[in-house]
């Protein structure tokens, strides 16, 4: 299984962007992603999650973030809206996914690698 995000760039404050999130691999079920970020610095930070089409949330980016998920494509986004300096950050996403292997399955969680999201002010 391999997850590939992309969609990170340069954008002024109070810009937008969307990022993407794509699983593929011999996925039989995915029972969640998740967006995290890191700035330089600081630990690791959950930003967004779905599981089973419920949502979650970190504080600062409620109401300016949403994270949808199109299950038909293994996909997972992120909108960004309003963006300000502080969202600077490398996103990464992350996904809870069972696998097929052989005659059976298991489940892990996968990392795709980051991508850098740079706000200007």
């Known amino acids: 299984v391999q997850l590939q995000a992309s969609g990170g760039g340069l954008v002024q404050a109070g810009g937008s962007l969307r990022l993407s999130c794509a699983a593929s691999?011999?996925?039989?079920?995915?029972?969640?992603m998740g967006w995290y970020r890191q700035a330089p610095g600081t630990e690791r930070e959950l930003v967004a999650g779905v599981r089973g089409g419920t949502t979650n949330y970190a504080d600062s980016v409620k109401g300016r973030f949403t994270i949808a998920m199109d299950d038909a494509k293994n996909t997972v986004y992120l909108q960004m809206n309003s963006l300000k300096p502080e969202d600077t950050a490398v996103y990464y996403c992350?996904?809870?996914?069972?696998?097929?292997?052989?005659?059976?399955?298991?489940?892990?969680?996968?990392w795709g690698e980051g991508t850098l999201v740079t706000v200007s002010s």
């Open positions: 992350k996904g809870e996914v069972v696998a097929t292997m052989g005659v059976g399955y298991f489940g892990a969680e996968y």
């Open positions: 691999g011999n996925i039989r079920r995915i029972n969640a």
